[in-house]
């Protein structure tokens, strides 16, 4: 079982460029997240779907794009490149019960570095 | 204003002692749960305990166990016996309201356990 899966693990982008940022479930959830951890902070959240087609702003959406076309994945797009998004990116799942004790499952994190 | 405050940044254990990592947490909800995860070096995060804000007991999951002292707005982590693989960080999460909703996290504690 792998569970979430990103890739690519490290990417340098120059400033004006665009990325994806891919994650994976195959775990079957419908809940998935995308965070960015900036150094010594905690994880902010980006964007989150409660389930293919269903898409929501977290706190620091500006810059990104979301898109979940199907149950299992869900990336992340970078459409300008800005040296303040040079952070570590995780992806995370969590099941579709509607339940407060239900925890998420992280992907081993992207980083992002823009020059 | 902080939702989650973490406000040891970091933190020294000798090996085989017990050690408490502080979280304090804000909301006017009734209904929440706190989360505890750990990121190693490697850096995955991975779900350590779960305290719900109806939960009667303290959470213990093994070496874990959460001090939660609701009156104060507190859900300290007590990690018993540390061990050399403990030294990571550790972040303090919450969720709001009655279902699956997007975790906030805290700026983290960096446990460094000696041998």
């Known amino acids: 079982n792998a569970g979430v899966t990103q890739t690519p693990k490290f990417r340098i982008l120059k400033i004006g460029q665009s990325m994806t940022l891919q994650c994976a479930q195959d775990?079957?959830?419908?809940?998935m997240y995308w965070y960015r951890q900036d150094p010594g902070m905690g994880l902010k959240l980006i964007y989150y779907?409660?389930?293919?087609?269903?898409?929501d702003k977290g706190e620091v959406p500006n810059g990104y794009n979301v898109s979940r076309s199907t149950t299992e994945d869900f990336p992340l797009r970078l459409e300008l490149a800005a040296p303040s998004q040079t952070s570590v990116y995780f992806c995370?799942?969590?099941?579709?019960?509607?339940?407060?004790?239900?925890?998420?499952?992280f992907g081993p994190g992207t980083r992002l570095l823009v020059l | 204003a902080q939702k989650i405050t973490q406000t040891q940044p970091g933190m020294f254990v000798q090996e085989k002692e017990a050690v408490t990592l502080d979280c304090t947490y804000d909301?006017?909800?009734?209904?929440?749960?706190l989360f505890w995860y750990k990121q190693p070096s490697s850096g995955e995060m991975i779900f350590l305990i779960y305290?719900?804000?109806?939960?009667?007991q303290n959470a213990t999951e093994g070496r874990y166990s959460l001090n939660f002292q609701k009156a104060r707005k507190s859900a300290n982590l007590v990690i018993s016996a540390s061990q050399l693989g403990d030294s990571a960080m550790y972040f303090c999460a919450m969720r709001e309201g009655t279902g699956n909703t997007p975790l906030v996290f805290g700026k983290g504690t960096r446990l460094s356990v000696i041998a």
């Open positions: 305290q719900g804000s109806y939960d009667q």
């Open positions: 995370a799942s969590s099941t579709h019960r509607d339940r407060l004790q239900e925890t998420q499952y």
């Open positions: 775990m079957n959830h419908n809940y």
């Open positions: 909301t006017s909800d009734p209904s929440y749960g």
């Open positions: 779907s409660v389930g293919a087609g269903i898409t």
